[in-house]
């Protein structure tokens, strides 16, 4: 799968789009679709097909138009996918006023990511060092701070943590969707593949030669029937990040940990 960047159109006609506040032509026949339409389609295609299976001729046939018509409402595919990305993170649901607890708090921002990329696989194709900054993205990042707001932590640590917690949400979420992505194309569960292995393994390989490596592999694959098992991955990881930022918020208060 290729890796499509965010940023890499017009940056201002991207934030026009993201916006909504592209001039529409004063005279002219009534606008069939809204950029908000596109967008959509783009979203479920990629949902359905792979971000591969987006392009304009498949938005265009599936809405009915030529096109050449899209561009009317969409300046070009990289514009296109800043808002894809902006569609689906709107999706993403802040904590409430029942989730109480910061350690609650960054929990729910945290499974809010782990979702939204298994709710979204092509999410993880995308690279975003230059982050479409629209609405939706913008509301994401201010909920997730607000989650570790007044806890004594820098600005700079604030957005440390954040970024901690939605890179464990990614990491353990890219290796959950590609092992269902495993099994789709091979046609073997992770079970039938360890099958189809071992007889191999234990004719021709001396698992004294790698003690520790054998016993917490022949563990772990015992318990998630594969080489891993991202869900726990992802839980074990968000525990020991939110004990870690305790610690520090600990320390501060009694004075033993400089700010920075």
Do not use: C
Request: aromatic share 6%; net charge negative.
């Amino acid at each position: 799968m290729t890796t499509e960047y965010t940023g890499a159109g017009d940056p201002r006609r991207s934030l026009e789009l993201l916006w909504g506040v592209r001039e529409r032509p004063r005279r002219g026949p009534r606008p069939k679709l809204t950029p908000g339409q596109i967008v959509g389609r783009a979203v479920e295609i990629a949902d359905a097909d792979g971000l591969e299976a987006v392009s304009i001729r498949r938005i265009a046939d599936d809405l009915g138009v030529s096109p050449m018509s899209i561009y009317t409402y969409v300046p070009g595919k990289a514009e296109l996918l800043d808002a894809m990305l902006d569609r689906a993170l709107g999706e993403v649901v802040p904590p409430g006023g029942e989730v109480t607890g910061w350690r609650a708090r960054v929990a729910h921002i945290a499974r809010e990511n782990w979702r939204i990329y298994h709710a979204h696989p092509w999410l993880l194709q995308v690279a975003t060092a230059r982050p479409p900054l629209g609405p939706n993205l913008l509301g994401k990042y201010e909920h997730e701070l607000l989650t570790v707001e007044g806890l004594g932590l820098t600005d700079l640590e604030m957005d440390a943590a954040i970024a901690l917690i939605n890179g464990l949400a990614e990491t353990t979420a890219r290796t959950s969707v590609n092992r269902a992505r495993a099994e789709r194309r091979t046609g073997l569960t992770d079970r039938e593949w360890w099958e189809a292995t071992a007889p191999f393994l234990a004719e021709h390989v001396d698992a004294s030669r790698y003690p520790v490596s054998s016993r917490v592999g022949t563990a772990s694959s015992e318990t998630y029937d594969a080489a891993v098992g991202p869900e726990h991955a992802f839980e074990f990881g968000l525990a020991r990040i939110l004990d870690g930022i305790e610690t520090l918020i600990t320390a501060r208060r009694a004075g033993d940990s400089p700010a920075g």
